[in-house]
């Protein structure tokens, strides 16, 4: 069973930066594609960056430009480096597989990101 373990949250100021990591135990295909989630407070997990196998990308409207999702294929690592940061972005942040545009694996615990002054 995959187990999926983020890490990297924390408190950060309005503007700051922030570098996230997830790691799988376990055997994860390399050709899944990849992704970061978040869940804010009294809101529903929301996909905010995909990377497929091959390093295409996608992001939502709210992250693009300022986040950016990168895997390391050896690994099966994947990071979302967070800059310009907002209140906004408060949440737990997820990371998972996708199989046909959707989350595979068991969600981990997540790492909380907290943007405030």
Do not use: H
Request: net charge positive.
């Amino acid at each position: 069973q995959v187990q999926l373990v983020e890490s990297g949250g924390g408190l950060v100021q309005p503007g700051g930066s922030l570098r996230l990591s997830c790691a799988a135990s376990g055997i994860i295909p390399r050709f899944y594609s990849m992704g970061w989630y978040r869940q804010g407070p009294g809101n529903q997990r929301e996909l905010l960056a995909l990377i497929t196998s091959g390093g295409d990308t996608n992001y939502a409207d709210s992250v693009k430009g300022r986040f950016t999702i990168s895997r390391d294929n050896t690994k099966i690592t994947v990071f979302l480096q967070m800059n310009s940061l907002k209140p906004e972005d408060t949440a737990v942040y997820y990371c998972n597989a996708l199989v046909n545009s959707r989350p595979y694996y068991p969600w981990g615990q997540g790492t909380q990101v907290t943007v405030a002054s």
